[in-house]
């Protein structure tokens, strides 16, 4: 029998998060959502990997850092089948899918430039219409946005 020998394409992690099946073309935006350029733990971040279900695909791997879901929810705006795995002594111990929350707060601008968010120091707030096809609707100007037209802020 011959056995067949898996190499990791990015380092093994011993405690802390990976951040997995992120589209390679979001990559950054996920960076950009978590604020991980401003985080003082060791990251390893791979992109255009070969995924069996994706084509290629992006990781992160963070060291000694375990985040809060409603940060890690955020990520579901732009990548919507993340898997996040928690890591403690080299195994993983959960495994959990992002997902959108009900209501988004401050993280998306509002696409309309009369709504009362872009004039005032205000936070925006959206609900979320649509999980699958991520379809916000502002809560002050009622304008709907569409997964492609979401401007993070």
């Given amino acids: 029998m011959s056995e067949k020998r898996k190499e990791l394409q990015v380092a093994a992690l011993c405690n802390g998060t990976a951040i997995d099946h992120i589209p390679s073309d979001q990559?950054?935006?996920?960076?950009?959502?978590?604020?991980?350029?401003?985080?003082?733990?060791p990251i390893t971040i791979g992109n255009n990997l070969e995924s069996k279900k994706m084509g290629t695909k992006g990781i992160i791997k963070i060291?000694?850092?375990?985040?809060?879901?409603?940060?890690?929810?955020?990520i579901a705006l732009i990548a919507p089948n993340v898997v996040l795995n928690i890591i403690k002594d080299y195994r993983v111990i959960e495994k959990k899918r992002v997902s959108l929350p009900h209501i988004?707060?401050?993280?998306v601008k509002c696409?309309?430039?009369?709504?009362?968010?872009?004039?005032?120091?205000m936070e925006t707030r959206f609900?979320?219409?649509?999980n699958t096809q991520v379809v916000l609707n502002c809560h002050y100007c009622d304008i709907k946005i569409q997964k492609d037209e979401i401007i993070l802020k």
């Fill in 27 to 41: 990559l950054f935006k996920v960076v950009s959502l978590l604020n991980l350029d401003n985080l003082a733990h």
């Fill in 111 to 121: 696409n309309n430039p009369k709504c009362i968010t872009n004039n005032e120091p």
């Fill in 63 to 74: 060291s000694d850092k375990f985040f809060e879901e409603s940060e890690i929810n955020r």
């Fill in 127 to 130: 609900e979320v219409l649509d």
């Fill in 104 to 107: 988004i707060k401050g993280i």
